[in-house]
């Protein structure tokens, strides 16, 4: 069989050795941090993290390793699923109570070379002997995680000794060194993080004063309430509420008042950071998905987006100047510049495809692009829909204008292409019918289906009318 070019990338990397794959690893992440060849270090590093997944790591005695080792890719995961909940594909800054999912592989193999070696081999030894799913595996992992998260708190705890700059670069980029405190105290802490996720409610519609008083007992945990494990705490209940921003309730009740200062002093204050870090988020990628032409899910990014920024505005007293203010001026901002170059752009692109063209420069067989009627149809939804959120989001004027402007020319240019089937030359006759199929779309999303509808039937009279005419001569 032939192999292609990435089973034949993956079979090299897999014959590197462990600190190669490891030195390879981190080089490819700087690259994608500095934005270098992104490209080219996503593939490899997909394709390491694929043999890292197959193949065990390396033995730091001469025992043989078991046949089975091999077989046995799973091993990191069902060590990490404490942390599963707190993962997130960022390779940049990130919130309190999250974790880069790339930094859970360079710890890994960490554990294996010199973090907890013995404790590791005893992990895979019983997942060969006894499978992954078995007692015996269960017990070898618990104590893997509470000796990883003893070894790394020894580098980056409090109380860390010896030389931690030399032993921190053997695990990995700094994105890396800053996930290995939070890796550490959720692998210490995962039963109490079991307990508190065993007893919130599998979805939060509302978080009224009664959901507020069993969450906030929930976490009422000492071993929650440290400022580094809180955030965990309060991402978990984030993930149960149907509205996430509403995790500001709980801090704004602890505080007892919406002053933002007040909220602040807390530690609960930690919630509002994580409900701004958020709405930016989604922010950033509702300006990747309109870059990308992606229109589909817009209406509930936009919705999410309005709720939670008229949300912060109304429930927390926010002073223009103050850190949190600004914070939220600038994802307000971000939306809307995202949003009205996109808007603005719609206008011309519905003219392109309607305006009236002379006979003469009609070709034969011309057609208007049915992918770019799709796309435009698409666009004018789209700013129905900002349309619904505009006041929160900065963009009403622009919005309003733009929506007014295309119902007016739809309308008018929609008339004018029916009126235009019944006379005018036989060669541009089908130019025109697939303009006016793209205005009866138009009109579908501007004014509704009976209008639509309407002006269908009137093109047909229109088309059959014509041929009456022509028969008549």
Partial sequence: MVQTAQERLREYLGQLPANAQA??????????????????ATLVLEQLRKVIRTDSPARTDSKPAAPERREHGDAPRRLYRPIEPFLTDSTGSIRPGQIRRSSLMPVWQWL????????????????????????????????????????????????????????????GTPTVIEDLLPI???????????????????????????????????????????????PFALSLVTQRLVAPWQIIRLAIKIAASDDEI?????????????????????????????????????????KTLH?????????????????WGKQ???????????????IDSVPGRVRRILRQRADKDIPPGAGVDTSEVDEVAAL??????????ASELAINEVTLRTYSDLQQYVEKATEALVQSLRSGDARARAYRQSQVSAAIKFCDVLFGHDYAALMSRAADNAKSGERKTSRAG
């Fill in 23 to 40: 030195l390879l690893m981190r080089e490819f992440e700087r690259a994608i941090e500095r934005g270098q060849d992104v490209a080219v």
């Fill in 262 to 302: 007040r909220v602040a002093a807390t530690a609960y204050g930690v919630a509002v950071t994580m409900a701004l870090h958020d709405l930016a988020s989604l922010a950033a990628g509702l300006r990747a998905d309109i870059r990308r032409g992606h229109f589909t899910n817009l209406g509930d990014t936009l």
């Fill in 380 to 389: 004018i939804e789209f700013v129905a829909v900002c349309r619904t959120y």
């Fill in 112 to 171: 294996g070379r010199e973090g907890a070696p013995e404790k590791t081999r005893d992990y895979e030894d019983a997942i060969s002997a006894h499978g992954e799913n078995s007692r015996e595996a269960e017990v070898a992992c618990r104590k893997l995680q509470l000796a990883a998260a003893e070894a790394l708190l020894k580098l980056v705890g409090p109380n860390a000794t010896g030389d931690r700059q030399r032993a921190l670069a053997r695990i």
């Fill in 328 to 342: 939220l001026t600038a994802i307000r901002a971000d939306i809307s510049n995202a949003l009205q170059s996109e």
């Fill in 184 to 230: 550490a105290l959720v692998l210490q802490n995962r039963e109490a993080l079991d307990g508190l996720n065993g007893r919130l409610p599998g979805m939060i519609r509302a978080l009224g004063d009664s959901q507020i008083a069993s969450v906030t007992e929930a976490i009422n945990v000492p071993s929650l309430q440290t400022p580094q494990m809180l």
């Fill in 307 to 323: 709720d939670g920024v008229r949300g912060l505005r109304t429930e927390l007293d926010l002073r223009s100047e103050s850190t």
